[in-house]
């Protein structure tokens, strides 16, 4: 169920993708029951930017739906790779996000190979692949997180090699977070997804593990290396966020702080992820949201660019072997940041005043 204090969406303008107004609110009300730090974060995108990144998560999401439901008989990845054909032949089947997703296609002339990525990481899943090592992880997160990344970097530009890598680390990171957060959740479905050599090394049996889960100091351990392995990512990926055009930055910086602030959280809580899911509430967001708009004034590239996360490299170059064809659309600034600061302090005072009149209806009533 998707988080009341979260569902006050910003307006979102379909001209930047010519896009079917009902369309594109049923894109929403699917972001808005699913990732609420992305969908937190894509308020302070601007509007050529929001309606791409709403498209595009919401064929992610009913992608990814569509692999986990799926029944003994379905073939879900043929499926998606179907449909995946007629969104590039510009003739998409008849859903919301098929249709979104082609728009999105067209205008950004979006590199397939992320994509199939992307749909290559949900077939791991419904394989029940197994990762020995934190390198076989980083593979796994590079195709179901790293892809989406770098998708959000080629739509918000610039499409740079270090830039793109970077998208793709953060990307990453983010998914070894929500690894970290879900160990007792991925259990209960039968998924182990912290690294077998690291368990076995924590004295932990996997199997014996998996089949009746409980937490110990020994998961604590390897559950705090992972912790620790996403931090290098994000802090690598830092950097990157000074390289987004000037109205993206705020947005990507918060989507960062805040994924980044669930394995601060699942640390101050003693990195139990067994037995509890670990959530940042509504008000530490929107705290991370107000400072994200302060910090992005002070990253810089850095003057010593590391090297690519191994997992990433297939990515990165798959995109630069790819000529941007005339008409993608250009960067052009939108906001200026004391408007930015004000529209967001009018957006808290239009959400008191409705709740408020809420409220009122209530007792009316």
Known sequence: MSNPELNSALPVTPQALNFDSQDLQACVAMMQGGSKTFFAASRLLPPRVRTAAIALYAFCRVADDLVDEAGAEDAPLELLKTRLDAIYANTPHDHVEDHALSLLVQQYKLPRHLLDALIEGFAWDAGGRSYDSIEDLHAYGARVAGSVGAMMSWIMGPQSTDTLARACELGVAMQLTNIARDVGHDASIGRLYLPRQWLIEAGVNPEAWLACPTFTPAIAQVVTRLLDEADRLYKQAHSGIAALPPDCRAAIC????????????????????????????????????????????????????????????????????????????????????????????????????????????????
Not at 272 to 289: E, F, G, H, I, Q
């Open 254 to 365: 918060a989507a960062s702080m805040i994924y980044a602030e669930i394995g601060h959280q699942l640390r101050r809580e003693g990195l139990d992820s067994v037995n509890k899911r670990t959530v940042v509430s509504t008000t530490r967001k929107l705290m991370l949201l107000a400072s994200a708009w302060t910090q992005v004034h002070w990253i810089r590239v850095s003057e010593h660019i590391p090297a690519p996360l191994p997992a990433i490299v297939g990515l990165v170059q798959g995109c630069q072997a790819i000529t941007q064809q005339p008409g993608s659309v250009a960067y052009f600034p939108n906001r200026a940041m004391p408007q930015r600061v004000a529209w967001m302090l009018d957006l808290f005072e239009r959400r008191e005043t409705e709740r408020l009149d809420r409220n009122a209806l209530r007792q009316t009533a």
